[in-house]
């Protein structure tokens, strides 16, 4: 008898366990599934596939809940190479240089010796630079000849073919405007302001 209620009381123990270490699994992935669902459904950057589900295996789980909450809120990188940063890139060399030298007084040129220095190399660095719009005036000036003996002809020197006939635009300004409004998409009343012009002139041009 006492045999018997040895063996039902150490049972019972077993199953106990058992049944503990089986709600602390279903509490862990329970826990798992929450922080799926979160994911899948919840901020765009925070989502991940469904196919992405299948990843996590039942028999390979944590058998204790906080291993389980360790593992998620650990992130394992892995290593990668990166290249080495070689400073700034250089200024394309298709763009047009200006030299500005800028070089020592002739007092400074001379050594605390006594002795004069001497150039031995020079010190490049680049900057880019840029020439804001400039509006100014073309006058043309046609010659107009005429003969003295006859005074029957007279010539004049013809103008440049035009864009638009009689328009006071030339044709820099004219593309100027063009791209300014339809490529850079900025309104004529904007650039009437930009080249300090009265209106309607800006309008007028392109009309």
Known sequence: MNTN??????????????????????DALSEIVRILKYRQFGRKSEAVSPEQISL???????KKAADIEQADQEIHIPSHTRKKSVGRKPIPDYLPRE???????ESEK???????????????SEQLEII??????????????????CEETIKTAPMPAQPIPRSI?????????????????????????????????SANLVC
């Open 56 to 62: 996590f295996n039942e028999a390979e789980l944590p």
């Open 110 to 124: 001379i050594c605390t010796c006594g002795h004069a220095l001497t150039h031995i190399k020079d010190e490049k």
């Open 5 to 26: 209620t040895a063996y039902q009381e150490k049972t019972k123990t077993e199953l106990l366990d058992i049944i503990s270490s089986q709600a602390q699994q279903i």
């Open 132 to 149: 804001p719009a400039k509006v100014y005036v073309i006058q043309h000036i046609r010659k107009k000849y005429a003969c003295r003996q």
């Open 169 to 201: 635009a030339a044709p820099g300004l004219l593309s100027h405007i063009l791209v300014s409004k339809f490529q850079d998409h900025l309104p004529l009343h904007r650039q009437e302001k930009r080249l300090c012009c009265r209106k309607p002139t």
């Open 99 to 105: 030299q500005c030298i800028h070089d020592l007084s």
